[in-house]
């Protein structure tokens, strides 16, 4: 029979683990209960992922609202269920978005986003999708997958109903990327694709296992991959170097629904911030950037709008004009009486 071990025996017990442990294992384990998430390694070794839980959104779903204390905004049809956000019931004519309230200043980022899309709906008859979103404005509803048209920032759809007719070598649902710079509209009729960066294929509707799309950002380079199999790995979809995105952006997800409908759930969005060792070349190279662009692809240049008149140059600009009119009457009346004159002159 073993020994028990009274209040003094478990004291001195405890002090010889604790002392066994290592000081930098102690600290380390005081981070995770600081934190609540510890650093995880990506990649080849030099890139670290860190939870960053101001940006991030899962059960219970706590912050959500419209209050100035809630990290997230709801807008339109979107609901708080237990499970998941909605963002559209299976209705006709409905769109919601959720909104981040903090702007990212990350440099490096990456944003894992668990949603499901299902419904009552047939082949090809259901829709619209939804969008995943890094922009410089939020809350702006609008007809692109529930959100503002010639948004700035970067859009990534999960697009379920094909409109352009005659296309044949595209299978839907497919996941599509755009850059925007405030310039360009997509195009519905053609399902963005004079716009997009890449895309592919993705079979997101009506199925018994969780769906994953995560957007990474790293020293300019965007890749977009997905876990939709329920193999639990990441499968390419989007890669595409010499991406530009400013920081201060917010993320966000929206959709909507026309004539045919869907739900569009969102279970969680959880974005980490990656550290990547960068030479003194690539610092120089991947300054910040105030406008978002992607390098060999040319964007329509933005026209900066006039600044609105003020009360004052406008009095001016009507004095000035009003002497300058009887100026010139003034001038042609004189004139006229000169010539008057000298027509006269010449009967005599």
């Not at 001195?12 to 102690?26: I, K, N, T, V, Y």
């Not at 956000?85 to 894992?112: H, Y």
């Not at 993705?202 to 799309?213: G, P, S």
Request: aromatic share 12%; glycine share 10%.
């Amino acid at each position: 029979m073993a020994a028990t071990l009274g209040p003094l025996g478990w004291w001195q017990q405890w002090r010889r683990c604790l002392s066994a442990r290592d000081g930098s294992r102690m600290l380390l384990l005081l981070l995770l209960l600081g934190s609540g998430q510890g650093p995880q390694q990506v990649g080849a070794g030099q890139t670290f992922e860190y939870l960053k839980r101001e940006h991030s959104l899962s059960k219970p779903y706590q912050g959500v609202g419209t209050g100035s204390s809630s990290l997230w905004n709801l807008m339109g049809n979107a609901m708080v269920m237990t499970q998941y956000i909605r963002l559209t019931p299976d209705m006709q004519s409905k769109q919601g978005a959720l909104w981040n309230r903090v702007p990212c200043f990350l440099r490096d980022w990456e944003l894992q986003v668990h949603f499901k899309i299902h419904g009552q709906g047939k082949k090809n008859l259901h829709g619209d999708g939804l969008a995943i979103w890094y922009t410089k404005d939020r809350m702006q509803p609008g007809p692109v997958f529930g959100n503002m048209d010639k948004f700035v920032g970067l859009g990534v759809f999960v697009d379920t109903y094909p409109n352009e007719e005659k296309q044949q070598e595209r299978v839907f649902p497919y996941i599509s990327a755009m850059v925007n710079n405030g310039s360009l509209s997509y195009d519905h009729e053609r399902d963005g694709r004079p716009t997009e960066l890449g895309g592919c294929t993705a079979i997101v509707r009506n199925l018994h296992y969780d769906t994953f799309l995560v957007i990474r950002y790293v020293k300019r380079h965007l890749t977009i991959m997905m876990d939709i199999d329920g193999k639990h790995e990441w499968r390419d979809c989007i890669e595409v170097p010499g991406v530009r995105l400013p920081r201060g952006y917010y993320f966000g997800t929206s959709s909507i629904t026309g004539d045919l409908s869907d739900n569009h759930d969102v279970i969680s969005l959880k974005l980490f911030e990656l550290t990547v060792e960068r030479t003194p070349e690539e610092e120089k190279l991947h300054r910040d950037v105030f406008l978002p662009s992607v390098d060999n692809m040319k964007l329509p240049e933005m026209t900066a709008p006039l600044p609105p008149l003020s009360g004052l140059a406008l009095f001016l600009i009507v004095f000035f004009s009003l002497v300058f009119s009887v100026f010139a009457i003034v001038i042609g009346i004189i004139l006229y009486n000169k010539w008057q004159e000298q027509s006269r002159k010449r009967f005599y």
